[in-house]
């Protein structure tokens, strides 16, 4: 039996992370702060069992992976929050919420995960963000905080790496699911948001999941310590956004 565990996977891009590992063999602890969001997503997967843990809390963390009947070959890092606001008004307890859950609640979750791999290797994959990748206006300590996973991630790929386990992180972009769903309830914004993305459309949750899974198979059995954009282009995208003459688009010397 291979055993995984997704946090945040309550709803969102979590419960569908957790309903793709279901679907490729894995028996899956479906972990959330809200218990009644963890028990509907996993009375819905075969062999899965709900785990209630705030990320937060180590004595937690810990004890939901004792629930697990061996150690876990798969661990995602999911869980997240976000305060929106201006920096000037963002207060020291929204600024330690998203710090306490994004950055320090995957280190718990990622050192129990790896406490129990040190015998068998196993795979560790963080959720980050494009906003860890380039800020956005007003988004409090959110991307400072994803923009520490991508280095923490690293870190934890070369101290584990000898031990067997690869740990790796997805960057999601404009993805049409969990936090991001009343942003583009507004159809007229959404078709212009979609106009900025080189792919042309929003992403889906089961497109990163998708991208979380690879990184768990043998596939990518000699990826470790990579932080995978899965954006449809935005972020490569920058220059692209700024206005420019029609001139400089020409090959050659001008007529």
């Known amino acids: 039996m291979r055993y995984a565990i997704v ?14 590992a279901t679907a490729r063999g894995y028996s899956v602890g479906v972990l959330d702060r809200d218990a ?10 075969p062999g899965a069992v709900a785990l209630v843990a705030d990320v937060t809390d180590a004595v937690a963390v810990e ?6 009947d ?14 929106f ?32 791999m040190l015998d068998t290797g196993g795979c560790i994959v963080n959720l980050t963000s494009i906003n860890g ?15 520490a996973v991508a280095l923490l ?34 159809d007229d914004f959404r078709a212009r948001r979609e106009a900025k993305v080189p792919l042309g459309r929003l992403g889906t949750p089961e497109e990163v999941a998708d991208v979380v899974l690879f990184l768990a198979s043998p596939e990518a059995a000699y ?12 972020s490569a995208n920058i220059i692209g956004q700024l206005p420019r003459p029609a001139s400089v688009d020409r090959v050659g010397a001008a007529d």
């Open 70 to 83: 061996g150690p876990p070959d798969l661990v995602v890092n999911n869980a997240g929050v976000v305060r």
């Open 153 to 186: 991630t690293q870190q934890m790929a070369i101290e584990w790496g000898p031990a067997g386990i690869r740990v790796n992180a997805v960057a999601p972009g404009l993805i049409l699911a969990g936090m991001s769903e009343p942003i583009y309830a507004d």
């Open 36 to 45: 009644a969001s963890a028990a509907r997503v996993a009375e819905a997967l």
């Open 223 to 234: 990826v470790t310590g990579q932080n995978i954009v899965v954006d449809g282009g935005v």
């Open 85 to 116: 606001g201006p920096l000037l008004d963002l207060t020291p307890g929204e600024w330690r919420d998203v710090v306490d859950v994004n950055l320090t609640g995957t280190f718990l979750v990622a050192r129990a995960a790896a406490r129990r």
């Open 63 to 68: 004890a939901a992976f004792d629930r697990l």
């Open 133 to 147: 990748v380039a800020p956005g206006p007003n988004a409090g300590a959110y991307g400072a905080t994803k923009a």
């Open 7 to 20: 946090t945040g996977a309550g709803n969102g891009i979590g419960a569908v992370i957790a309903r793709a």
